[in-house]
Every structure is written in structure tokens, then in C-alpha cells.
């Protein structure tokens, strides 16, 4: 009731503003049309005393715009309180028409009385221009009081009440990393800054191919952990995009260490510009269960569909053949023949060889107990199955590149020793991942259980394209790591690719336990995942009723996504969207952002013109200038060969020879 009163009482207030407009027009004509009133003999005594008053005081008539003017204000007063019904064809288009087409005959029809006509006729015109410009600003005025109340299709992408405040504060410490963004929010572009406070709580960064995540987000981890003294293992899977930048970023940072790092590169296609290392050097091995994990690793990755069948009969019996063969090999002659391309030949050999040579040793002898009693029983079929899901697989991997990188022992994995930090890029090609992965995911295995370490120097785990690769214990390495100075950085697509490569329950460990995530364009269930955690927030509805002769507004509150999924299925390249974890001493009261990291495109294009590339790292040249790098590595390869016949052949001799052991020889 009360607020019928007060529109009530609005009402006549703009009624009263109206008339107040329509008596300064009317005053207007009187004034200025005077001498053809005077002779219409109109001749009102007061009325021209009280305006001859009005303009020997305040000079309201000294000028033939004041008096429009005050109309106009009035007017316009007057049109804020409309309380009328909103027609679909108003369009601002035609208010625009309507109001200079109004101000033209309301303000500039001045030389009207000043035409070569009869008194009455430029009276009569200067009258009529007068009325119709007032009479179109007046519609003019209504109609955008109208629009202005009605605008519930100004906002149909809801963008305003979906918009929120976020952090401004740049908060930079001796781990962060921190990245310019804008945001929307009351109807503006703000500046703010993303700060990943804690790297050392896992990053997850998603998005769609071409959505921007490598360049928006992977390059500056790379390049403000360099610049912050990190040792840094980098997955590069389309070598060299990311590792020209980390060896660049590391030339010029090289002052930011105690001890300077070394760089360092394993890559398969170009042995000229790789290093070589040995994923399962002796030194790194205490247990056979090292072995297992090595060849656990070796073998999920070569067979992506074991990942979902880890356990069953025909997955365990390679994983667990190859195993033995490894730790076989760190036990004879102290090691020196332990590299993965040896455990390759050696699998290689007749089973009438290997498991002899194999069972000899007390260590192993139980651990193939079941490949013995089925050679023993003569089931022949289940061995030949058993053999075969080691051999068939591990045989893609026979290279003599390969060969070579892995059998060297330029470095060691260890890449956050505070007496030896590295930045080691491993990099990938996508037209021989199925063959590289098994080899790379060797060393990611090798190098998570070395880095995870206490007393070890601040290091960063950076994998862009996760899923090409399976990561042996990253989840492990995700919950753990924390505490150890290891942060995690994860580029991949979607959440449904976790799924696919790595298997239901260790993706959903993966999601759940990062503390931080970046996404850019992601699309289906991923969306909504996001969507659900980065939660609700208290929404203003407003829903509008108009009929012939009024309207009704409600205004209504509901909790409804901050983030909504569709928001996040067509976020524009450049856009992220993402939530933040904090310190106890460095709290973000607002963890949630949505907006567009800010990249200065022309200094990272003149950055990247500048980047020296990727020196040869081994010479392969004679002292005659020739390139040896093909009889090299090929020379290698038949090394491996002949040391491994050299082996079987002296390892038969001894069994044979031997009385206690001879039984184990099957003719």
C-alpha cells in the first residue's frame, strides 16, 4: 500500500515537472511572438509586469535559448518518471532520429521570425516548428525512460551478474608465479593479477587446441621459474617449442642460482643435439622392486589399454619377465651392462637361454617361479603368450638413436641436486609417440622418485600434452612433493583424456588434489566439473509482465553458478578461467578468476626473434672434419648386440659347467 502511495506521489511530481516545461514553452512564444499578440489584441497587464520582473532580476528572457532550455530540463524531469508500457518497436535508432530531428526544430528555428513574410505567417511557422520539435523530444524522452526501466534483453548473456570482483594485489614471493590478467566487472575492464602463490600445490592447466594454454600459461611457468633459481624438468612434446624458451630463459637468468645449472636434452630424433643418459643406471636401483617400476612404466606406456587391466594374468607376467631382466643386469658385473637397450637384447634371446640364466640367481629364482613351471610342465602356449606380450611390444623400441641416447652416462636424473642442478627437456616427436613415450615415461618414473626428496634445491615438474605420456607415480608425486620444493605443472585438453590414458580412479586423484587450475575453452563433462567447483553465488532475477495498459516488474535472488558451464565452452583464445590456492601468511579471499591473461605480443615476438637455438651438444665429427654421427651410433647398436650374445654365451658356460646349477639347462 505504502508503495502505491510513493508511485502515486512520483506520478504527480513528474506531472507537475510537465507543466512547469509546458508553461516555459508557452512563456517562450509569449515573449518572443509578443508584437503579433499585441496586435491579435491578447493583452494581459500582469502577466507582462510579472515577466518584465523576471527579466530585470534573472535576465530569463535576455536570450531566446534560456527559456528553451529550462523547458527542456524540465522535460526531460519529467520523462524520468514515466511509469508507461514498453512497445517491442521502440528502437534506439528511432529515438535517435526522433531527438535531432526534435532539436533541430525546437532550438534552431530561431530565423523563422526574422523571414520577408507577413507577421502572422512567421508567427504562425515559428509556433508550429516550435510544437512539433517539442512534441518529438517529448516522445523521444519517453520512449528512452521506457528502455532504460526495460532493460531485461540489455544483458541476455547475464554477463553482469556473473561478473565479480577479483584480485588486483600483485603478490609475488620467491616461488611465485604471477600473471597480469583483465576482467570484467560493473560494466568495466579491470586490471588484476593471478597469483599461484604455492606452485609447489600442483597447476593444471586445460584447453581446447589453440585455446592459448602453452602460450598464455606453460611459458611463463617455464620462464619465471628459471628466472627464480628452479632446477626444471620440461616435457617438450613437440620438441623444440618449449625447450628454446627454457634454454633461453636459463642463459639469461643464469646469475638467479648459487650453483648454475647445466642444460640438458634427450632427444631421439636428432642425436646430434641430445645428451645421453641411462634411465636405469645401477647406482639408482636398491631393490628389485626399482626394476619392477622401471619396466611397470616401460610397459603401460608401449601398451596404453594395460593402464585399465593392471593385475590380470597376460599384463603382470611381461611386466614382471622384464623386471627380472633388469635387475638381472644391475647385478652382473657390478652393473655395466645395465641400460635399457641391453634389457631389450637380452629379452630378445631364446627362453631356453634366458631362464636358465635368469633362475641361477637366488634373487630371481622365486620371482620366476611361474614362467619356470610352466616351461618345466611344458605348456608351451602359455609361455610362448606370456614371452610374446614382453617381446612384441619392447621390439618397436629397437633404434639404433634410441639405442644410443639411452646408453650414456652424460648426466645423472638427479635434476634438483643442490651441488648439480640441471634443466633437463626430454622432448617427444607426435609422429613416432607411440615409440618415444615408453622411453621418456622411463625417465619421468626415474626422475620422480629421485628429485622427491628432502634437502634438494626448489624444483619444477613442467609436462605440456600429459596424456601422450604415461607418468608412472604422479599422482604420488602430486600429494607428496609439496613439502620437498617440487612443483607440478600439467598442460593437457580435456579431463576425459586423463580418463582414457591413465584410468578412471588415478585421473580423478589427479583432479582432485591440485591446488591450483588454469582452463581456457573445454567443452562436455570437463566444463561442468569446472563449473561445479568453482560453485554458486547469490543472483539478482528480474522478470517483467506488460500488458495493454501497464507493466509489472519482480526482482528475485537464487543461487545459481558463478562460472557456468556454457560460459566455459566458448571462452575466447586468450581467456582463462581457474582458481588459486593460497599460504597461511598470503590469503586470497578471492581464489576464483575469470578473465584474459595479459601477454605483451610484441615483446615475446622480438624475445623470440632473438632466441639463440639449441647448440649441437655432441660431436660427432673426425678430426678430418667428417661427420661420423650415423657409423657411430650404428657401431653402437652391434656393440650392444655382441655384448649381449658375449654374456648369454659366458652365462650358459658357467651353468653348464657348474653341477648345482646344470639341471636348469632343458635340452
Not at 411 to 422: M, R
Amino acid at each position: 500500500m505504502q508503495q502505491e502511495d510513493d508511485l502515486r506521489g512520483l506520478a504527480k511530481i513528474m506531472e507537475f515537472m510537465r507543466a512547469v516545461s509546458i508553461l516555459f514553452v508557452v512563456i517562450h512564444i509569449y515573449w518572443f511572438c509578443y508584437q503579433y499578440i499585441r496586435e491579435a489584441g491578447i493583452n494581459i497587464d500582469v502577466i507582462d509586469k510579472i515577466l518584465l520582473n523576471f527579466q530585470k532580476t534573472a535576465g530569463l528572457f535576455s536570450n531566446m535559448l534560456w527559456t528553451k532550455l529550462f523547458a527542456v530540463v524540465f522535460l526531460a524531469l519529467s520523462c524520468l518518471g514515466t511509469k508507461g508500457v514498453k512497445e517491442e518497436k521502440i528502437t534506439w535508432s528511432k529515438i535517435y532520429m526522433f531527438l535531432v530531428i526534435g532539436f533541430i526544430f525546437f532550438f534552431l528555428n530561431w530565423w523563422i521570425l526574422a523571414l520577408p513574410l507577413p507577421l502572422a505567417a512567421n508567427t504562425a511557422i515559428y509556433i508550429f516548428t516550435m510544437t512539433i520539435g517539442y512534441i518529438l523530444l517529448l516522445m523521444a524522452g519517453l520512449w528512452m525512460s521506457r528502455l532504460l526501466k526495460s532493460n531485461l534483453m540489455d544483458d541476455v548473456f547475464n554477463n553482469e551478474n556473473e561478473s565479480f570482483m577479483q584480485e588486483t594485489r600483485l603478490m609475488e614471493n620467491e616461488y611465485s608465479v604471477n600473471l597480469p590478467s583483465l576482467f570484467y566487472y560493473k560494466k568495466k575492464w579491470n586490471k588484476g593479477w593471478i597469483n599461484v602463490v604455492n606452485p609447489f600445490r600442483a597447476t593444471i592447466v586445460l584447453g581446447t587446441p589453440g585455446s592459448g594454454k602453452s602460450y598464455a600459461v606453460v611459458n611463463s611457468f617455464i620462464k619465471q621459474q628459471i628466472a627464480k633459481g628452479f632446477a626444471l624438468y620440461l616435457y617438450d612434446y613437440k620438441f623444440d617449442d618449449l625447450s628454446v624458451i627454457a634454454y633461453n630463459t636459463l642463459l639469461k637468468n643464469l646469475n638467479k642460482y648459487k650453483m648454475p645449472p647445466k642444460f640438458y636434452v634427450i632427444n631421439f630424433d636428432n642425436p646430434a643435439k641430445s645428451h645421453r643418459c641411462n634411465p636405469i643406471a645401477p647406482g639408482f636401483m636398491s631393490d628389485i622392486s626399482d626394476a619392477y617400476e622401471a619396466s611397470y612404466t616401460i610397459m603401460l606406456n608401449l601398451n596404453r589399454t594395460w593402464i585399465q587391466k593392471q593385475g590380470d594374468f597376460f599384463v603382470e607376467s611381461p611386466i614382471i619377465l622384464l623386471a627380472a631382466i633388469i635387475w638381472y643386469l644391475k647385478i652382473y658385473d657390478q652393473g655395466r651392462y645395465c641400460t635399457f637397450p641391453h634389457a631389450i637384447e637380452f629379452l630378445n634371446k631364446p627362453y631356453k637361454d634366458i631362464f636358465p640364466i635368469l633362475t641361477s640367481y637366488p634373487q630371481l629364482e622365486n620371482y620366476l617361479s611361474p614362467f619356470m613351471d610352466a616351461w618345466r610342465s611344458g605348456a608351451q602356449d602359455q609361455l610362448q603368450g606370456q614371452i610374446a606380450s614382453a617381446k612384441i611390444p619392447l621390439s618397436r623400441m629397437i633404434s639404433p638413436q634410441l639405442y644410443w641416447v639411452m646408453t650414456g652416462d652424460d648426466f645423472t636424473l638427479d635434476i634438483n641436486n643442490p651441488d648439480e642442478p640441471k634443466i633437463l627437456c626430454v622432448g617427444n616427436n607426435p609422429d613416432r609417440q607411440n615409440i618415444y613415450s615408453a622411453a621418456l615415461g622411463l625417465y619421468n618414473s626415474r626422475i620422480v622418485k629421485l628429485i622427491n626428496k628432502k634437502g634438494m634445491l626448489k624444483s619444477s615438474v613442467v609436462i605440456d600434452e600429459l596424456p601422450t605420456i604415461y607418468f608412472r607415480g604422479l599422482d604420488n608425486l602430486i600429494a607428496t612433493a609439496r613439502s620437498n620444493k617440487v612443483a607440478v605443472c600439467l598442460g593437457f585438453q580435456d579431463f576425459s583424456q586423463l580418463n582414457r590414458d591413465y584410468g578412471d580412479k588415478e585421473s580423478r586423484v589427479v583432479q582432485n588434489t591440485v591446488g591450483n587450475i588454469f582452463s581456457g575453452q573445454v567443452v562436455g563433462e570437463s566444463a561442468k566439473t569446472l563449473s561445479e567447483r568453482f560453485g554458486k553465488v547469490l543472483q539478482k532475477r528480474r522478470s517483467m509482465t506488460i500488458n495493454r495498459n501497464d507493466k509489472s516488474t519482480s526482482i528475485s535472488t537464487q543461487l545459481d553458478s558463478l562460472i557456468p558451464a556454457s560460459k566455459i565452452s566458448n571462452l575466447t583464445q586468450g581467456m582463462f578461467v581457474g582458481a588459486v590456492s593460497d599460504n597461511f601468511d598470503e590469503r586470497i579471499e578471492q581464489k576464483i578468476f575469470h578473465g584474459q591473461i595479459v601477454i605483451d605480443n610484441e615483446k615475446v615476438a622480438a624475445e623470440t626473434k632473438a632466441y639463440q637455438p639449441i647448440p649441437i651438444l655432441t660431436n660427432f665429427t673426425d678430426e678430418n672434419g667428417k661427420d661420423m654421427m650415423n657409423e657411430q651410433i650404428e657401431n653402437n647398436y652391434r656393440q650392444i648386440k655382441l655384448d649381449m650374445q658375449a654374456i648369454v654365451d659366458k652365462e650358459i658356460k658357467r651353468i653348464k659347467d657348474d653341477d648345482k646349477l646344470k639341471h636348469l639347462i632343458k635340452e
